[in-house]
């Protein structure tokens, strides 16, 4: 859907959906009104092939959320989704609590699970995207504009010879965001102020501890927010704005925690990803979380 349709449900006005256009890079949303965030889940995991019939070794199924509750109904249609995959065997929980960057936190607390469970072969299913159904889901000003979309991700002790290794992560969390992030104007200022910094800073860390460089990094799979922040960490860091891939941000919108899954997968299709390359994903959440993961594709 063009963001300049969006007024209506929204506090986009007609002024600020031209500066996203023109400066943020933003053109359309996905939004898909008819499909609950249970069918989206669903949809996504019905994608996965390295979930079928394995259903039985699936031990958690987790959803990665931005918020604690994106339906009028706190209740959670998680333990219905896993009857439907047929996931009889899995404990399902949510991960809320890094907003925007808890899909990279459930992968990871996925990874620590099943490293302490010890079973070579057991699985965790995580399911990460929201439907928006506030105005401030559908649109932050000066920020970003809110999409409807959902991604899979089949986690397994040790990475899997078809698949992408983990090799390894960083999280920093500034906590003196995390109550007007959105509406408070000092707070929001001082945020982008140091949005850059902190971002670059999470990002070298995670390749710190994957034993690479940033230099060893083949492309930077983001968080579709916007391409003006993004530009801002390539001008801090020297990175040519080429090694980000921003295809996605024109035409999906922020689709909270799924982001850095749909841009892995998109790269994948249009064949940007290379057996053996390295991969920094990144997200931030608001409140304020910065989050990035390196795999190995």
Request: proline share 5%; with cysteine; hydrophobic share 45%.
């Amino acid at each position: 859907m063009p963001i300049s349709e969006l007024r209506e449900e929204s506090p986009l006005d007609a002024g600020m959906a031209r500066r996203f256009q023109r400066f943020y890079g933003l053109a359309s949303v996905c939004r898909d009104p008819e499909r609950t965030e249970a069918e989206l889940l669903l949809a996504a995991a019905a994608k996965l092939d390295g979930l079928r019939g394995q259903e039985e070794r699936v031990r958690y199924l987790v959803q990665a959320r931005t918020f604690v509750s994106s339906r009028p109904d706190p209740t959670s249609a998680l333990r219905d989704i896993g009857r439907e995959l047929g996931l009889s065997n899995a404990t399902a929980f949510s991960v809320a609590g890094q907003a925007c960057a808890s899909g990279l936190q459930a992968v990871d607390i996925c990874g620590r699970l099943l490293a302490a469970d010890g079973d070579p072969d057991a699985l965790a299913l995580v399911l990460t995207g929201e439907k928006t159904f506030t105005p401030i889901a559908r649109c932050v000003p000066r920020s970003n504009v809110g999409g409807e979309a959902a991604a899979a991700v089949l986690v397994r002790r040790g990475g899997a010879a078809d698949g992408d290794r983990v090799l390894g992560r960083a999280v920093r969390t500034h906590g003196e965001f995390h109550a007007e992030a959105i509406t408070g104007e000092a707070s929001s200022a001082e945020f982008n102020k140091l949005y850059p910094e902190a971002l670059g800073e999470v990002m070298l860390a995670a390749c710190a501890d994957s034993g690479v460089t940033l230099d060893d990094i083949d492309l930077i799979i983001p968080h579709s927010v916007n391409t003006i922040s993004w530009k801002a960490v390539a001008d801090r860091f020297g990175l040519p704005v080429e090694r980000i891939f921003l295809d996605n941000i024109p035409v999906t919108g922020h689709c909270f925690a799924a982001d850095p899954f749909i841009n892995y997968g998109t790269a994948g299709q249009l064949g940007r990803l290379r057996p053996g390359a390295r991969y920094l994903l990144t997200a931030v959440g608001l409140g304020a979380t910065y989050s990035a993961m390196v795999v190995e594709h």
